[in-house]
């Protein structure tokens, strides 16, 4: 069973920094594209961003300069994605989800996400 799990959320000052992370871990052979995303209560789920299986990655308009988006090499079988907010402001506050597209063996690939943690900006 494969799972992902994000963490480092928290409560931070308007123009404070997070570091989130998305721990893919289970019965995974490879994990292709992942991406974060994020949702306020009662909106539409909001695209963050995007890392490729080659480091790739981008950010949405409404996070470029503030937010990167980086992930390691495979360590003892967890795959593991970051986001790094900085100069973060009130509207960033969501809950904060990542996806991943994986490959476990004998399966074809599908799109998995974690639970999410929450983000809140304020003072």
């Known amino acids: 069973q494969v799972q992902l799990v994000e963490s480092g959320g928290g409560l931070v000052q308007p123009g404070g920094s997070l570091r989130l992370s998305c721990a893919a871990s289970?019965?995974?052979?490879?994990?292709?594209?992942m991406a974060w995303y994020r949702q306020i209560p009662g909106k539409e789920r909001e695209f963050v961003g995007h890392i490729s299986s080659r480091d790739r990655w981008y950010v949405a308009d409404s996070v470029k300069g503030r937010f990167t988006i980086a992930r390691d090499n495979p360590k003892n079988s967890v795959w593991t994605m970051y986001l790094q907010m900085d100069n973060l402001n009130p509207e960033d506050t969501a809950i904060y989800y990542c996806s991943a597209r994986i490959s476990a063996p004998g399966t074809v690939w599908e799109d998995l996400w974690g639970r999410g943690t929450q983000v809140t900006v304020s003072s």
């Open positions: 289970g019965s995974i052979s490879d994990i292709n594209d």
